[in-house]
């Protein structure tokens, strides 16, 4: 047969003293055994700070999300159309390359911006 307890054991509880009453220490011998001092109740204040700081952590703005990238196709896209105004503004006489070159460093550096 176990011989642990089927019940669990009493414990004694302690009561928190009035802001009335006479302190424990004026009350009790000092020859006797000390029992477990009370629990000291924080003031409103404290426990209106404590609420505050748990309502911060919980309510703190999330992060702003990341703006959706563009897809390789998106961005060839932007570009063709960036490089074309180009080369009309030029009336076609500039080199292709070199307008696809601006063009690609317009739309990343357009697209730096919005990021930041």
């Not at 409103?44 to 703005?61: F, N, T």
Request: aromatic share 4%; hydrophobic share 40%.
């Amino acid at each position: 047969m176990s011989s642990k307890r089927k019940t669990p054991a009493r414990t004694k509880t302690t009561k928190v003293p009035s802001p009335l009453a006479a302190p424990a220490a004026a009350t009790q011998p000092e020859s006797a055994v000390s029992a477990p001092a009370a629990v000291e109740m924080p003031s409103p204040a404290v426990q209106l700070a404590r609420v505050a700081v748990q309502r911060a952590r919980v309510e703190a703005p999330k992060a702003e999300p990341p703006p959706p990238r563009l897809s390789r196709e998106e961005r060839h896209r932007l570009i063709a159309k960036v490089a074309y105004g180009y080369a009309e503004r030029a009336g076609f006489r500039n080199n292709p390359v070199e307008d696809w070159l601006n063009a690609e460093r317009e739309v990343d550096a357009r697209f730096e911006r919005l990021a930041s």
